[in-house]
């Protein structure tokens, strides 16, 4: 079984509908963080947290909230979906701030 | 502003070293070098990383500039499976990874 899972893996939405986003982890890791990906470019950090009590912004945290529901379970909400959120989706997790992450598979959403 | 830059392609022949280049001018002292890799229809993979010193594992070596300013993934012998986006990040402050457009290497059979 994979360490990191990520559901759904692929997603069509309308504009203005709340979506969520889930990641599970079997890793013990105390650290998660949601990237996307827009087609030919980098990763980009939306969220991380570093323990169920610590969550802060990335890069792009506009238009997305999250929540750690436990150790394991990291969610990502898009609260009124828009076409320019379009992606693809990545959790992570890692054991420490300069430690590895390990990616999940990926959710690809599309809102139309 | 981009923190790291990569050439978008390189190329290389089937069991030949590859030595992907990257510069990040604006490096601070705190800031560690991670090189990852995504290979299609995949989330990213850990390769390597590092501080200052050049760095060895099963995978691949990391050549640091001592000014630090750049920095050198290389493949010792590269095979199909190593073809894949090779993304060279920082992590500021340790906390977040900031990823550029990356290396699209091609691997010639």
């Known amino acids: 079984d994979a360490d990191v899972t990520q559901t759904p893996r692929n997603r069509i939405t309308k504009t203005g509908k709340r979506i969520m986003l889930e990641c599970s982890q079997t890793?013990?890791?105390?650290?998660m963080y949601w990237y996307r990906q827009d087609p030919g470019l980098g990763l980009r950090l939306i969220y991380y947290?570093?323990?169920?009590?610590?969550?802060n912004k990335g890069e792009i945290s506009d238009g997305y909230s999250v929540s750690r529901q436990a150790q394991a379970k990291f969610s990502l909400s898009l609260e009124s979906a828009i076409p320019n959120q379009t992606a693809l989706y990545f959790c992570?997790?890692?054991?420490?701030?300069?430690?590895?992450?390990?990616f999940g598979p990926g959710t690809r959403l599309t809102v139309t | 502003d981009a923190k790291t830059t990569q050439p978008n392609s390189m190329e290389s022949n089937e069991e030949e070293p590859v030595h992907l280049p990257c510069n990040h001018s604006?490096?601070?002292?705190?800031?560690?070098i991670h090189w990852y890799r995504q290979l299609p229809s995949q989330g990213p993979e850990y390769v390597i990383h590092?501080?200052?010193s050049n760095v060895n594992n099963r995978m691949a070596s990391l050549a640091i500039a001592e000014d630090r300013k750049s920095s050198t993934l290389i493949l010792h012998r590269a095979t199909l499976r190593d073809a894949a986006v090779y993304y060279c990040?920082?992590?500021?402050?340790?906390?977040?990874?900031?990823f550029g457009t990356g290396t699209s290497l091609t691997v010639i059979p």
């Open positions: 992570a997790t890692s054991e420490g701030t300069f430690y590895e992450q390990y």
């Open positions: 890793k013990g890791h105390d650290r």
């Open positions: 947290s570093f323990d169920v009590k610590d969550i």
């Open positions: 604006t490096i601070s002292g705190t800031d560690y």
């Open positions: 590092g501080l200052t």
């Open positions: 990040i920082l992590s500021v402050t340790g906390n977040q990874f900031y």
